[in-house]
């Protein structure tokens, strides 16, 4: 059973439509973040959000936390080919005493066409 | 500055043999996390240390399985016997303290045949 579901799985889009993936889970999280992969590459941090219904704003990337710190949304507007990736939620759990650990979804692997 | 470094990147065997990935933390990071990617099951995390101390291995599949971390710069994981489903990318991560981001590295690409 996947603690985190990402939707959709695949999309594939033209360059400048606008797109939205969506995370989520049943669970509480202290915090919740987006990372972005490439071929052949590690995971790397797009954004943190902590607070319930917090947004926060990465250029033409906008994530949403919910209200109740169990899903996630990213936006992004005006889509660009360098956009294209594997986009990953992490759920961040405590894992005892001041250790925290996370659980990522299985991505949305998003390809943006010129 | 360096990243997280992972060798080999590539690594291809037969079912029986050991394998032995290695990692390179980032220097002055103190939580070390291994963690398995594949197309079904996504990224799993296998066992993480905090100090060179190994605090959750919750995650690692069975006793072929095992991870030291015998100072502060160098960590392994070690798959004996190796068996086909074990194939994957496997990554390290690093960091600092528990509210800073993880940094990964670029893998290692294991096929057991």
């Known amino acids: 059973t996947q603690l985190l579901e990402q939707s959709p799985q695949f999309l594939s889009i033209q360059e400048g439509e606008n797109l939205t993936v969506y995370c989520n889970s049943s669970?509480?999280?202290?915090?919740l973040q987006w990372y972005r992969q490439e071929p052949g590459e590690g995971p790397v941090l797009l954004v943190t959000?902590?607070?319930?219904?917090e947004v926060k704003k990465l250029k033409r990337l906008t994530f949403q936390f919910g209200d109740a710190r169990k899903d996630s949304s990213l936006h992004i507007t005006a889509a660009q080919p360098g956009d294209t990736g594997l986009y990953l939620c992490a759920g961040a759990l405590w894992s005892g005493g001041s250790n925290y650990k996370l659980t990522f979804g299985k991505g949305t692997l998003l390809t943006v066409n010129p | 500055d360096a990243g997280v470094i992972q060798s080999p990147r590539h690594e291809v065997t037969e079912m029986g043999q050991e394998v032995t990935l290695r990692c390179k933390p980032i220097s002055g990071h103190n939580s070390l996390f291994w963690y398995r990617q594949t197309m079904m099951r996504g990224l799993e995390l296998l066992i993480y240390f905090n100090n060179n101390v190994p605090i959750d291995d919750s995650g690692m599949p069975e006793d072929r399985f095992s991870a030291k971390m015998p100072n502060a710069s160098f960590s392994t994981l070690k798959i004996q016997p190796s068996e086909p489903r074990d194939s994957a990318v496997y990554f390290c991560a690093s960091r600092t303290h528990s509210n800073q981001p993880q940094h990964f590295g670029d893998g290692t690409r294991l096929s057991i045949l």
């Open positions: 669970s509480v999280f202290s915090s």
């Open positions: 959000v902590v607070t319930g219904g």
